[in-house]
């Protein structure tokens, strides 16, 4: 009599692929190992090796030509900039040049103004050193006689200078005229007397001479 473990599965074990004792049957036991997936194919595509470089088209050779004329046109932007900032560097040089020269002039102009304005301070004390010597009250060895050579130094340091002399010719821009003398003989207006010498302290007049001028006669 045969035992449980020979019995045979029933019709319905059967169709469920259900074997005795409710385990299903391993497919892949069959041929006792499973199929391993083949190798990929890579003999295909653009990256494959061996593959040739794509040929060059219309389009590719005019999107070549159009960046060269880009290029060559930023090359003139860039030039005409550099040639502008150029322009300007040099506009801005010059008028500091300018700038530098005129305030140079205008400093050297206020600086003569002012010694200008402490020499006109010794204009009427060296008018009363002339009349001293013109009446003999400067003579050499004495103390007022040191005193008048000091007040000249000083006067001379700071760039004060005298003019007007006798015979000169009259030029009304420096020369104060206080009185015309018709002289016979003469052709042209000079100078015969000086009354009050001028002073100028380079290029600004301190004080005109004022003087007597010889006139042709009629």
Do not use: C, W
Not at 32 to 56: C, R
Not at 151 to 175: C, K, M, N, W
Not at 190 to 209: D, H, N
């Amino acid at each position: 009599m045969a035992g449980k473990d020979d019995e045979e599965p029933t019709r319905s074990e059967k169709d469920s692929g259900v074997g005795p004792g409710g385990s299903a049957p391993d497919s892949a036991s069959a041929d006792g190992e499973t199929a391993a997936p083949g190798p990929e194919d890579t003999t295909s595509g653009p990256g494959a090796p061996g593959a040739e470089p794509d040929d060059l088209t219309v389009d590719d050779i005019l999107g070549a030509a159009q960046s060269a004329d880009a290029a060559a046109a930023e090359d003139v932007v860039l030039a005409d900039l550099e040639s502008a900032l150029l322009t300007d560097l040099k506009r801005l040089q010059a008028e500091y040049a300018n700038y530098r020269r005129r305030t140079e002039e205008q400093r050297e102009i206020e600086i003569e103004r002012a010694k200008g304005a402490v020499a006109k301070g010794f204009i009427p004390v060296l008018d009363d050193l002339d009349r001293a010597e013109k009446h003999g009250d400067l003579e050499e060895g004495t103390p007022f006689a040191a005193i008048a050579e000091k007040i000249r130094t000083v006067a001379e340091r700071l760039g004060v200078t005298s003019y007007g002399e006798a015979g000169e010719v009259f030029d009304p821009q420096q020369h104060e005229a206080i009185f015309q003398q018709p002289t016979p003989g003469a052709t042209e207006t000079t100078i015969l007397e000086v009354v009050e010498v001028g002073y100028r302290l380079g290029s600004i007049e301190l004080r005109p001479a004022k003087v007597v001028v010889a006139v042709p006669a009629e």
